[in-house]
C-alpha cells in the first residue's frame, strides 16, 4: 500500500525455485537462477528479444578485421562495478579467462585468450584462432559476464562473498530455500535507472500459489504461471507471453538397428499428427513446431519469409506404412520410448505411443526422473526413441547446428556424417552473411530430409502482473529485464 503518497519501492516476484548459488559464470546454471542474476551482472553485448539483434551493453562498439581473426571491443563510459571500482579493458578479459577455466568453457569459444590485449583502458582485442561468426552471440550469452579483476582477486574467487558485477541490482539478503533480494545500484550507468530501489524474489514452487499471491496482493508478479490459470489471470491483470527459442523433439537412437535406416525414422515422422497432438497436450500454450527450429531464431528455416522456407510436418500415415514395408518391418516392431519427468511431455508420449500402433511400432513409455534419464540417454545410450529439447541457447543458429556435430555433447542421438560436420564449420567461418544464410538452410533441411530428430513443439514463457507494473520486458534466455519496471 502507499503509505503517504510515497511511490512503491519493493518489486515483488513470486518464482519457482529458489537460486541455486551466486556464481554467475556458472555453466549449469538453471533457468530459474539466471532470471535472478541476470539483474545483478552483465555481458558486453546484449541480445534482444524477440527480434534476436545485438546491440550494446557494456561495450557500446565492436569491429572484426578484414579477416574476422580480431575483435575489438570499446566499453561504455563510467562504467562501475558493485565494489567500487570502474570496470577497464583488464577486467573485461580477466572476466573471459575466468570464463575460459570454468564449466562453462562453450561462451569462450575460438577465443585466443593468451594472445588477447588491452589497447588502454576502455579498448581490447580479442584474438580469435580462426575466424568464427557466432562469437558475437557468445559475448551476449548471460553467463559471459564482466567484473573487477581486483574484486575477484580480493575475494579469492568465492562467489558466495563476491558483489563485483556492474548490473543494475546488487546483492541484498538472501535467506535460502524462500528468498532472495536485490538492491538499485546506485551508481548504474543509466540514468534513472533502475526506477524500482528493490526487488525481493520470493519462492512459491507449487503452480497455484504463485498465481494467488498476484490475486491478493502478496506479489506483484509471478514467473512461469500455468497454463490453468491464464485465463483467471488475463482477466485480472496482465499476462506477459512470448515464444522461447526451444523446440521439444522426438529423436531415435541412431546407432542400433532399426533407426539407423533412414526409411523407418521417415516412416515414424509421418505416422506423427504434431498439430493433432498439440490441441491434445498442451493446453493452449506454446505452438506446434513449424520447423527444425523455432521461427524467432535469425536464419531459421521456419520462418515464412525466409527464402528456404518449407512446409512441415507433413502428417501421412499411408505413406508411415509403405515406409515402413520398404524397410523390410510390415509388421512394426517393438522399442522403447524415453519421455523423462515432465508432465506435457509424458502426455506427447502416450499420444504418439498411440499413433505408432496404428503402424504396427510397439511402444513401451519409460518415465525416469530428470537425473537417471540423463544419465540413460546421455551417457549410456541405453534408449530406442525419446523427447529433449533443441535450442540456439546462445541466439546463434551455430548452437542449434552443433547438435548433429559429431560427438558434440547435445549429439544424443549418435548422428555421425562428415559432410555434415564440414557443412557446420563452413557456416560458422563465413563472414558473409548471405552465404552464411545458405550454409544454415542446407544444415536444417539435410537434418529434415534424414529425419534424425522430428520437432514436436515449441515452447512459451507466460508470466502475470499486476497492472500498475509498467515497462515490462524480457531479455535473452527467458531472463527478465527489471530495470525498465516501474509502477505507475
Request: net charge negative.
Amino acid at each position: 500500500g502507499d503509505d503517504g503518497g510515497e511511490a512503491k519501492d519493493t518489486l515483488t516476484i513470486a518464482v519457482q525455485a529458489d537460486m541455486a548459488d551466486k556464481d554467475p559464470i556458472n555453466g549449469s546454471s538453471t533457468n530459474d537462477t539466471l532470471k535472478i542474476k541476470a539483474n545483478v551482472y552483465e555481458t558486453l553485448i546484449e541480445r534482444t528479444v524477440p527480434e534476436g539483434e545485438y546491440k550494446p551493453l557494456l561495450a557500446e562498439s565492436w569491429e572484426f578485421n578484414d579477416d574476422a581473426t580480431e575483435l575489438t571491443m570499446t566499453l561504455r563510459e563510467g562504467v562501475m562495478c558493485h565494489n567500487g571500482e570502474p570496470l577497464t579493458a583488464e577486467d573485461c578479459l580477466f572476466s573471459l579467462r575466468c570464463l575460459r577455466e570454468s564449466s562453462n568453457t562453450s561462451v569462450t569459444d575460438h577465443m585466443d585468450l593468451e594472445n588477447s590485449y588491452a589497447v588502454d583502458e576502455r579498448t581490447f582485442v580479442i584474438v580469435m584462432d580462426e575466424p568464427y561468426m557466432p562469437v558475437i552471440a557468445n559475448l551476449s550469452f548471460p553467463t559471459c559476464v564482466m567484473f573487477s579483476q581486483k574484486g575477484y582477486e580480493e575475494g579469492n574467487g568465492d562467489w558466495a562473498n563476491m558483489d563485483i558485477g556492474t548490473g543494475p541490482y546488487t546483492w541484498g539478503e538472501w535467506s535460502i530455500g524462500s528468498s532472495v533480494s536485490l538492491v538499485g545500484f546506485d551508481d548504474y550507468y543509466v540514468e534513472g535507472q533502475p526506477a524500482i530501489k528493490n526487488v525481493e524474489f520470493r519462492v512459491i514452487s507449487e503452480d497455484g500459489n504463485r498465481y494467488i499471491e498476484v490475486e491478493t496482493g502478496g506479489a506483484d508478479m509471478c514467473y512461469n504461471l500455468s497454463s490453468v490459470d491464464i485465463e483467471a489471470a488475463e482477466a485480472n491483470s496482465d499476462v506477459f507471453r512470448e515464444y522461447t527459442t526451444d523446440n521439444c523433439y522426438l529423436s531415435f537412437n541412431l546407432r542400433n538397428s532399426p533407426f539407423d535406416d533412414v526409411r523407418v525414422r521417415q516412416a515414424i515422422a509421418y505416422a506423427l499428427d504434431i498439430d493433432g497432438a498439440w490441441e491434445v497436450c498442451m493446453d493452449g500454450v506454446g505452438q506446434p513446431a513449424e520447423g527444425l527450429l523455432p521461427s524467432n531464431i535469425p536464419d531459421s528455416i521456419a520462418d515464412v519469409d525466409s527464402p528456404y522456407h518449407v512446409d512441415y510436418p507433413v502428417y501421412n500415415l499411408e505413406k508411415a506404412k509403405e515406409l515402413l514395408a520398404e524397410a523390410g518391418y510390415p509388421d512394426g516392431f517393438s522399442c522403447r520410448y524415453h519421455v523423462g519427468h515432465m508432465a506435457v511431455r509424458q502426455a506427447y508420449g502416450e499420444f504418439f505411443a498411440n499413433a505408432l500402433g496404428q503402424i504396427g511400432i510397439d511402444v513401451e513409455i519409460v518415465a525416469l526422473d530428470a537425473a537417471t534419464n540423463s544419465q540413460a540417454l546421455k551417457v549410456e545410450h541405453n534408449f530406442d526413441i525419446y523427447t529433449w529439447g533443441i535450442s540456439a541457447t546462445n541466439g546463434d543458429i551455430d548452437y542449434a547446428n552443433r547438435f548433429f556435430y559429431t560427438d558434440n555433447a547435445n549429439n544424443i542421438f549418435g548422428y555421425s556424417d562428415p559432410e555434415m560436420d564440414a557443412l557446420i564449420d563452413a557456416a560458422a567461418m563465413e563472414a558473409d552473411s548471405a552465404k552464411r544464410s545458405e550454409l544454415n538452410a542446407e544444415i536444417q533441411q539435410k537434418v529434415l530430409d534424414e529425419c534424425v530428430i522430428v520437432p514436436i513443439y515449441q515452447q512459451e514463457d507466460i508470466h502475470c502482473y499486476t497492472s500498475d507494473l509498467q515497462g515490462f520486458r524480457n531479455g535473452a534466455f527467458q531472463a527478465p529485464l527489471l530495470k525498465y519496471c516501474y509502477f505507475a
